[in-house]
């Protein structure tokens, strides 16, 4: 069975930090971007990052470009959001998908929510003040 599985998240204060982990089962992150999505309560789902698996390009929405890290081990079929200096409206439902790319076509900015097919659960990220 594909599946994407995020974890990770919870309960941090301002300016505390969070590691989101997406793990893969079922496939391979071969060939393929991965973002990290986040819907905030009464708000569409945004994205926030993106990596591609076969030579790490990443790319940020530019209200996390600083603070917040995304990271590929293909050895684990795992990708990682590193949050630092969290913010209160940092929180929301993080989630993980991804979409096979082949390597000669760019990825020149983080791929609209369409572009994905497969998704993870989502995990509950609350940042409080």
């Known amino acids: 069975e594909v599946q994407l599985v995020e974890s990770g998240g919870g309960l941090v204060q301002a300016g505390g930090s969070l590691r989101l982990s997406c793990a893969a089962s079922g496939f391979t992150f071969d060939d393929a971007v991965i973002g990290w999505f986040r819907r905030a309560p009464g708000k569409r789902r945004e994205g926030v990052a993106c990596i591609r698996s076969s030579d790490g390009d990443a790319h940020y929405l530019d209200s996390v470009m600083d603070r917040f890290t995304i990271s590929i081990d293909n050895a684990r079929n795992t990708v990682y959001l590193q949050m630092k200096s969290l913010k209160p409206e940092d929180t929301a439902v993080y989630y993980c998908?991804?979409?096979?790319?082949?390597?000669?076509?760019?990825?020149?900015?983080?791929?609209?929510?369409?572009?994905?097919?497969?998704w993870g659960q989502g995990t509950q990220v609350t940042v409080s003040s």
């Open positions: 998908a991804q979409q096979k790319l082949p390597r000669r076509t760019k990825l020149v900015d983080l791929p609209p929510e369409v572009f994905f097919g497969s």
